[in-house]
């Protein structure tokens, strides 16, 4: 909170002793919302003592050797014009300035973002946007189409909402939200590098894009990304694995970052709406062990919760404290032995052989939700079926090697020709590809690259009438095969080169009605078609999500249980049996002389003997 620079009741020597009880529960990450530096005085020059105090944190933090992450423009507008955007890279540059010694700082640009694509800043800006995109007015003509007509180079009208899926306007406004995004946050860090070279910066995103509030695109130069995330008692737990998962990007060098969770139990919530509901004690719990566990089986590099303390002075029943003596809550203590847990193994990023592809363009337009539906429920049956994945980004096409042997890309409407080419390239060097709906679509939504099935899928087919959800066209209409492919059930699968692809006209992941079970059976029949790789997990309950992760001598085995039957005992394919409880996790820790540590509902078994 921000309300430590001007609250009595704070100071330097309370806040020594909160970051030493800080590190005893285990926890290493102390984020500060800040300043407002636009709302403090003179705009952009903060008096001096409010700098001292920034140092304090800065010094404190740095002698209980925890990370320091303060704010600078929290809850700012990045659709700002240049004059606006001149003062704020001053004050991040004298921020830098002030801070580049402390080692364990990393300037947090802004959370809770605002993005304001149609103020009048942001319409200045649209035609800058426009010339970066388009060489000159007939190529920006020949992408707009039809819609172009009666609009003026290089400022044609801003059309904030869709007309239709294919409108190429539409799907321009989203990338210029994007853009925005990546200008302000580029703009700043380059401030921050200037006084500061090698500095690490972040940001806090939502737990689902909005606008160009993205966490997978909009990060930029970024060192740090992270997701909070807030949800319905009993939807958060139910959506958390797959939209974590979404807003990993280790593979470009970002591993996931869980900002900000934490429920509340305070009574005056009772009848709260939306995520500000009263919990139980016991449903605050299983939240933290659900984040903390699901985070670190998906590779996460930290979480930290919202947040410290409840205040004596207001009410903001978040904290891991209890206002005014500072009496842990119980959470503090659960949250506290999952940080002491997790310390006895040190996970090492490993490439996955298995990715699971984000058809970007195609979720920057009309429909965009609809796309984003689908990734999540591809991610929902691969965490089902057992698979080891990571998510990359339909850019980072062109880094497919001989380390990924298998990849899903649903819903790839709207490919740039590059990519495509990419993909290409990919499978006939050796790579499995699950691939639905129509790739015939170039970035622009038309449907003017017909002989791509042809030449990935060995099909021919014309544009199906009708719509998906979202109002996504339909799956192509297969005319013709050639003679080396094959049908499969509704899948057509060929050899194409050393690779292979199964393709599905109709996509699963968008059809009207299509259960979840039904597509984890779909991409089950692909896996064992492509002999995809799979944890063991005994018995194989979807329901129930299973994690390896590890480094040389030491593994970790990570299970959660959302069946609603439990506690159940699971084999875990190393001669290892825990019981898990209905909406737990058990984890065991493995080292050269076994079980290192381990934490479940029950009993936990290594080669039948009890541990």
């Excluded at 306007?169 to 995004?181: I, N, S």
Aim: glycine content about 10%.
């Amino acid at each position: 909170f921000g309300y430590v620079f001007d609250n009595p009741l704070e100071h330097a020597s309370l806040w020594d002793s909160e970051l030493a009880q800080m590190r005893s529960l285990g926890l290493t990450w102390y984020e500060n919302l800040g300043i407002n530096p636009v709302g403090s005085g003179q705009p952009y020059a903060l008096a001096e003592r409010l700098w001292r105090t920034y140092e304090a944190l800065a010094v404190l933090t740095a002698r209980h050797r925890m990370v320091f992450f303060p704010g600078l423009f929290i809850g700012a507008n990045v659709a700002v014009g240049d004059e606006e955007l001149a003062e704020e890279e001053r004050y991040a540059a004298e921020f830098a300035r002030r801070h580049r010694d402390f080692p364990n700082l990393i300037y947090y640009l802004n959370g809770d973002i605002r993005l304001d694509a149609s103020g009048e800043d942001a319409r200045g800006l649209w035609p800058v946007f426009l010339q970066e995109r388009y060489a000159d007015e007939e190529t920006w003509r020949a992408a707009w189409n039809h819609y172009a007509e009666g609009e003026s180079w290089p400022s044609p009208g801003l059309h904030t909402e869709a007309n239709g899926w294919a409108d190429a306007v539409y799907a321009d406004y989203c990338r210029f939200q994007l853009w925005l995004m990546r200008r302000w946050e580029g703009r700043l860090t380059d401030a921050i590098y200037s006084l500061a070279p090698g500095a690490f910066t972040g940001l806090e995103f939502y737990q689902r894009p909005y606008g160009g509030i993205d966490v997978r695109l909009g990060a930029g130069q970024g060192s740090v990304a992270n997701v909070g995330f807030f949800d319905v008692p009993g939807r958060d737990v139910l959506t958390l694995p797959w939209l974590l998962s979404f807003a990993g990007s280790q593979r470009s060098g970002r591993s996931l970052s869980v900002g900000e969770f934490g429920a509340k139990t305070h009574p005056a919530w009772q009848h709260g709406t939306g995520y500000h509901m009263a919990r139980t004690e016991q449903e605050q719990a299983d939240l933290f062990l659900a984040v903390t566990h699901y985070a670190f089986g998906l590779g996460a590099s930290k979480v930290h919760n919202w947040c410290w303390k409840d205040n004596q002075e207001m009410v903001f029943p978040w904290g891991l404290l209890y206002p005014g003596d500072g009496v842990p809550k119980d959470v503090a203590k659960v949250y506290r032995a999952a940080s002491l847990f997790f310390r006895a193994v040190q996970p090492e990023y490993q490439p996955a052989s298995t990715v699971l592809i984000v058809p970007d363009t195609h979720r920057l337009g009309a429909g965009g939700e609809a796309v984003l539906s689908a990734v999540l429920r591809a991610e929902r049956a691969l965490l089902e079926l057992h698979v080891p994945f990571e998510v990359l980004n339909e850019g980072d096409l062109g880094t497919l090697d001989a380390r990924t042997a298998v990849a899903f890309f649903p819903v790839p409407y709207a490919l740039p020709d590059q990519a495509f080419e990419h993909l290409c390239r990919w499978v006939e060097g050796g790579g499995c590809l699950y691939l639905s709906g129509d790739v015939c679509y170039h970035a622009n939504r038309q449907r003017a690259r017909p002989n791509r099935l042809e030449r990935l899928c060995g099909v021919s087919a014309t544009g199906a009438d009708g719509t998906l959800e979202g109002d996504v066209p339909a799956g192509p209409t297969i005319t013709s095969m050639d003679a080396e492919t094959k049908l499969a059930g509704r899948a057509y699968v060929r050899h194409l080169g050393t690779g292979r692809v199964w393709f599905e006209p109709a996509p699963p992941e968008l059809l009207p009605h299509y259960s979840a079970d039904r597509l984890r059976e779909d991409y089950r029949r692909f896996a064992e078609w492509a002999s995809v790789p799979r944890l063991s997990l005994t018995p194989d309950v979807p329901e129930v999500h299973v994690f390896r992760l590890g480094t040389g001598d030491r593994q970790a085995y990570l299970v959660f249980n959302r069946a609603k039957a439990g506690p159940v005992c699971f084999g875990l394919g190393v001669a290892i049996e825990a019981v898990v409880g209905c909406g737990k996790p058990a984890a065991v820790v493995l080292g050269k002389g076994g079980i290192v540590a381990a934490q479940a509902d029950g009993l936990v078994r290594m080669e039948g003997a009890p541990v």
